[in-house]
């Protein structure tokens, strides 16, 4: 029995996101791999050196997302997919086998290198294979397995830590090589699947951009009528796009239309770091010690949160293509901004470590819980859902690319500020968190339309006609329902067909 069009390009999806697993475990596995005994005393590594194996992978990782806004173009979003597995496998195996430091610099950079490549192309390849219908529940599966393989490396690395003595380096580099699975077989399997039929179709190879519409659509019938009018609205859009606009860069920035859309997708990302999801997180380990935590009820505490973020993220999955993207992302900012001032007036008045009030600190790791919820459920499967629909197929690989590294920029800064600060300031810095909060939420509001069920293809007229101040407009003015009447047409076309010849 076949399975559903729409079940099968979301399973399809959830392959391709085996990327993005190796992203959250990455993140994830590092930190205990190189605090573990044997790590220590065979490299003895200075704080800066520990510093550099953590920053050099978001380093890579941005060259990596510039890479792969023009591969994607050139050589297809499937074999793009590849391509950042491989490199990545070549990371994590000198990673695995590192001899010394410099090994692990190295694998760390190729690492990062994969990752930006398979960060900025799968949800875009994903977007472009779903019906509109359920695209923000499938490019949602990023943040969604990002997760999955951050809370796998969180138990991998305490059972290595574990069950391994000391002196022996199983301890790290089992927990790094079991990377290499999921990018093995996202290598290995990956060009089975469906290429993207706007890929094909824009790189004039129509007849098989058609078979593939067919096959993610309706078991393969080219004559379906979804099928024949998504192909017809396809064909049409690149066919403008040829000829009226240029293929590269700086169509980006001189194109009014495409500019709003870069502007869009570069605040998306750089709003995302700049919520403090990784500065809210920096004071937890500390107050983990102060109120008497044993290491192992850490790891239970981190883990319950790490659950939490996937409950959050299967929320989002569920209802994201209900709710719509607009609101979400302003309430997620809101609700981020609201247990910001909890947690920064918590920290000024209890700080940890100064008091003896276990209750306050309990309470904070409770608000680190609830923000982690808001932006897992908003704002972290958001920053991948947004930039993927909105550019036209002839911008969209450049426009997602140059989105991912401002991701990956905003990231590495407060990677490096953040300890600093905390260490200068203390729960001062929150306060940067609780403005960029509110002012993200402002700034959504007056600019980000609606764009949930709406066809990639119909995308440029609400981006081209749309006041730029979205308040003051009545989303409906701008719906073409294009797609709608290409089927009815097609629908209408058929049925004719059928009583002529009956």
């Known amino acids: 029995m076949a399975l559903p069009p729409k079940v099968y390009q979301f399973l399809v999806s959830v392959f391709a996101s085996f990327g993005s697993i190796l992203y959250g475990y990455d993140l994830g596995v590092i930190a205990g791999a190189i605090s573990s005994p044997d790590f220590k005393s065979r490299f003895n590594p200075t704080t800066t050196e520990t510093g550099a194996v953590v920053s050099v992978f ?20 499937r074999l793009t997919i590849v391509i950042g597995a491989v490199v990545f496998l070549l990371g994590g195996g000198l990673q695995t086998g590192a ?51 951050a809370l796998v490396a969180s138990w991998t690395t305490y059972g290595c830590n574990r069950n391994f003595p000391d002196d022996s380096s199983k301890q790290w580099r089992i927990s790094l090589g079991i990377q290499l699975v999921p990018a093995g077989i996202l290598a290995l399997l990956m ?14 190879r129509a007849d098989e951009g058609l078979r593939t519409l067919a096959r ?14 998504e192909y ?46 990784s500065a809210i997180q920096y004071y937890s380990p500390i107050l983990y010690g102060t109120i008497g935590i044993s290491t192992d009820n850490t790891l239970k505490y981190q883990g319950i949160s790490s659950v939490l973020a996937l409950l959050a993220q299967a929320a989002c999955i569920a209802m994201i293509d209900h709710t719509g993207r607009r609101w979400a992302m302003i309430g997620g900012n809101l609700f981020n901004c609201l247990f910001f001032i909890i947690a920064t007036i918590m920290l000024a008045v209890f700080p940890p470590g100064a008091t003896n009030n276990a209750s306050a600190s309990w309470a904070f790791i409770a608000v680190t819980w609830l923000y982690n919820i808001s932006f897992s459920a908003t704002n972290g499967p958001l920053s991948w859902i947004v930039p993927a629909e909105i550019f036209d197929t002839r911008t969209r690989s450049k426009g997602v690319s140059i989105g991912v590294m401002v991701s990956f920029a905003f990231n590495t800064m407060i990677g490096q500020v953040t300890p600093i600060a905390m260490e200068k300031i203390g729960w001062r810095f929150y306060i ?19 764009t949930k069920k709406r066809p990639l293809e119909e995308m440029n007229y609400l981006f081209t006609n749309a006041p730029w101040f979205v ?7 701008f719906e073409t329902h294009d797609l709608e009447t290409r089927l009815q047409e097609v629908e209408q076309k058929g049925s004719v067909i059928r009583q002529e010849e009956a």
């Open 58 to 77: 978001t380093g890579g990782a941005f060259f990596g997302a510039a890479f792969a806004g023009p591969c994607g173009d050139i050589l297809g979003r």
């Open 232 to 277: 017809d609205q396809i064909c049409e859009t690149i066919a403008y796009e040829h000829q009226h606009e240029a293929k590269s860069y700086v169509e980006l920035f001189t194109n009014r239309s495409s500019f709003r859309r870069l502007l869009l997708a570069t605040a998306i990302q750089a709003s995302v770091q700049m919520t403090g999801v």
């Open 99 to 149: 001899q010394s430091l410099e090994y692990l610099y190295a694998g760390r950079v190729l690492a990062g290198l994969g990752v930006g490549f398979l960060v900025m192309i799968i949800p875009l390849y994903q977007a472009e294979i779903a019906h509109p219908s359920i695209r923000g529940s499938v490019t949602a599966l990023q943040q969604f397995m990002l997760g999955i393989g």
């Open 216 to 229: 993610l659509h309706a078991h393969g019938d080219e004559q379906d009528p979804w099928v024949r009018a």
């Open 191 to 204: 060009m089975m699947f469906p290429e993207s039929p706007r890929w094909l179709i824009d790189h004039d």
């Open 471 to 477: 308040p003051g407009m009545n989303m409906k003015d």
């Open 432 to 450: 940067l968190f609780v403005v960029c909060n509110f002012t993200n939420a402002v700034y959504f509001w007056a600019t980000q339309p609606e």
